[in-house]
């Protein structure tokens, strides 16, 4: 089991960026695939990027591509996620995952963080 921690959430206008950030611990972490969900008040949880094992290809959803980065840092068992140009509907409870299926659905994912508040403002 993977024990995942994350951290960087919080207020931010629209407009502005935020870095998530999710530590990793217990086991080798370069053999999982790592990811961020996010679930808004009344809605599901949904996708939002994943990246592959040596961090050499990332997969995001349509709703954040080109404003969102996920990146790893194996050798400090942590991968991020750079949140730029935030939309009010980015508002979320953002949670980061860890699994060894290569895939966007939640149920993929082994291990999950505790969640971490962001709310963009407009």
């Known amino acids: 089991q993977v024990q995942l921690v994350e951290s960087g959430g919080g207020l931010v206008q629209a407009g502005g960026s935020l870095r998530l950030s999710c530590a990793a611990s217990?086991?080798?972490?370069?053999?999982?695939?790592a990811g961020w969900f996010r679930r808004a008040p009344g809605r599901e949880r949904e996708f939002v990027a994943r990246?592959?094992?040596?961090?050499?290809?990332?997969y995001y959803a349509d709703s954040v591509q080109g404003r969102f980065t996920i990146s790893r840092d194996n050798a400090k068992s942590t991968f991020y996620l750079q949140m730029n140009s935030l939309k009010p509907e980015d508002t979320a409870v953002y949670y980061c995952?860890?699994?060894?299926?290569?895939?966007?659905?939640?149920?993929?994912?082994?291990?999950w963080g505790q969640g971490t508040q962001v709310t963009v403002s407009s």
């Open positions: 217990g086991r080798p972490f370069d053999v999982y695939i």
């Open positions: 995952a860890s699994g060894v299926v290569d895939g966007s659905l939640a149920w993929q994912y082994i291990d």
């Open positions: 990246i592959s094992r040596n961090g050499d290809s990332a």
